[in-house]
């Protein structure tokens, strides 16, 4: 199993930055996918930005150069750092892995909230 713990939520005013952290149980090295999605109330869960292994990412048009998704391999960690938000980035984010045969996991989520 893996486990991962997420940290970094909170509110912010519009304009601002937040940094959210998703730190695994067991080494990433081998994680062909790493990513950040988020919910907003009444809405579907969509997928923010993500990492593979080979170490390209890709991200939702509406967070294009505004949110980097990083990964710390010693740490075991992945990151996405979040500038110049907006009330609409308003969401609960999730972590999600897929940790090849051990299957995929989700984070417990954690709240952003954008607004002055």
């Known amino acids: 199993q893996v486990q991962l713990v997420e940290s970094g939520g909170g509110l912010v005013q519009p304009g601002g930055s937040l940094r959210l952290s998703c730190a695994s149980s067991r080494s990433i090295l081998s994680f062909p996918f790493m990513g950040w999605y988020r919910q907003a109330p009444g809405k579907q869960r969509e997928l923010v930005a993500a990492i593979i292994s080979g170490g390209s990412s890709n991200y939702a048009d509406s967070v294009k150069g505004r949110f980097t998704i990083s990964r710390d391999n010693a740490k075991n960690t992945v990151y996405l750092q979040m500038n110049s938000l907006k009330p609409e980035d308003t969401a609960v984010y999730y972590c999600?892995?897929?940790?090849?045969?051990?299957?995929?996991?989700w984070g417990q989520g954690t709240q952003v909230t954008v607004s002055s």
């Open positions: 999600n892995v897929a940790a090849g045969a051990l299957g995929a996991y």
